[in-house]
């Protein structure tokens, strides 16, 4: 994946934040981003999480922020299009679905709900 495809900027809903934004068009199924980095047990607060034990620090995908409608999921060490993504589209995925546990919990711009991981899925 070239990084010529996405762009990290100031993130357009989120003040003080960054972001990662399309620089092309993507369709479904599409991998967006091949992670690559440092494997770590834990996760971090800029960590995601590849699998059921690991977490990896990504150099790009450390900027892609939580949407509860998000462009894309986790597939292992790829990030894929789960709909239609446009040029200048924000890519981001639903921490909730993919993360077990999160370093840093927050509360949603979007649903106004403490997001904590997977677990508070189950709650």
């Known amino acids: 994946m070239k990084l010529s ?3 990290i900027s100031s993130a357009l809903n989120i003040s003080g934040q960054s972001g990662v934004y399309a620089n092309q068009k993507f369709n479904i ?3 967006v981003l091949c992670l690559s980095g440092k494997i ?3 996760p971090t607060r800029t960590s995601i999480q590849i699998d ?3 977490h990896i620090e990504d150099d790009v995908g450390h ?3 939580h949407n509860c409608n998000p462009t894309c999921r986790i597939d292992g060490y790829n990030v894929v299009a789960i709909k239609e993504v446009g040029e200048s589209d924000e890519i ?3 921490y909730s679905q993919n993360e077990d546990r999160l370093a840093s ?3 949603c711009s979007c649903c106004n709900k403490l997001i904590t991981g997977r ?3 189950e709650i």
């Open 52 to 54: 059921n034990e690991n």
């Open 5 to 7: 495809n996405l762009r």
């Open 29 to 31: 199924d599409d991998i």
């Open 92 to 94: 981001s995925y639903d």
């Open 63 to 65: 900027y892609i922020n």
């Open 40 to 42: 770590l047990p834990l």
């Open 105 to 107: 919990p927050f509360v």
């Open 119 to 121: 677990a508070n899925n």
